[in-house]
């Protein structure tokens, strides 16, 4: 089991940044890689960026690749989310998850991704 407590959301006007962050507890050697996800109201939730254990091999959804940059701290277990120049639009509850499926690169893919923290909502104003 790894446990994953986010934090780090809040309110920010357009063109800010945020810095989120994930601990993760349990067994946290198992969580080949980590990712950020997002959902919107009303919309799925999505792919954002991913990370491998070792921190050497990135992934990001192609839209948000120039704005967000994803890192971990593994002394500290915890994985980062850093967002910049924000935009109305990048409103949602922020999740981070951990997958402990083995691929050449950290997955995008959702349900490979078998534990999951509580969330953070990000408000951005316009």
């Known amino acids: 089991q790894v446990q994953l407590v986010e934090s780090g959301g809040g309110l920010v006007q357009a063109g800010g940044s945020l810095r989120l962050s994930c601990a993760a507890s349990g067994r946290t050697w198992t969580a080949y890689a980590m990712g950020w996800f997002r959902q919107a109201p009303g919309k799925e939730r999505e792919f954002v960026a991913a990370?491998?254990?070792?921190?050497?091999?990135?992934s990001y959804v192609d839209s948000l690749k120039d704005r967000f940059t994803i890192s971990r701290d593994n002394a500290k277990n915890t994985v980062y989310l850093q967002m910049s120049s924000l935009k109305p639009e990048d409103t949602a509850v922020y999740y981070c998850?951990?997958?402990?499926?083995?691929?050449?690169?950290?997955?995008?893919?959702?349900?490979?991704?078998?534990?999951w923290g509580q969330g953070t909502q990000v408000t951005v104003s316009s």
């Open positions: 998850a951990a997958s402990t499926a083995i691929f050449t690169r950290p997955t995008m893919n959702l349900g490979a991704y078998s534990y």
């Open positions: 990370i491998n254990l070792s921190g050497g091999s990135t």
